[in-house]
């Protein structure tokens, strides 16, 4: 179940989430590179795309704490 806001779209918390799911995803991806054959490429771009993650987890960590100590409507 996705959380949405009075709009019906996804909050930034639950975009953070999934951010927070595919640094976990990217990560698995690189522990597991010579198994999966990748190509230097490939690693690469799992990197970035980790590191992509990473950035925007660390961004949203704040405000999901501040929903978590005062919930506005």
Do not use: F
């Not at 959380?3 to 990217?26: E, L, M, Q």
């Not at 490429?41 to 950035?55: G, H, M, N, P």
Request: a neutral charge; proline letters at 5%.
């Amino acid at each position: 179940m996705a959380v949405t806001n009075a709009s019906g779209r996804r909050g930034r918390a639950a975009d953070g989430c999934g951010r927070a799911a595919a640094h976990d995803v990217w990560t698995s991806i690189l522990d597991e590179k010579v198994a999966l054959d990748l190509a230097p490429l490939q690693v690469k771009q799992a990197e970035t795309q980790r590191a992509a993650a990473d950035s925007t987890v660390t961004a949203r960590l704040p405000e999901t704490y501040q929903w978590l100590l005062v919930p506005v409507p």
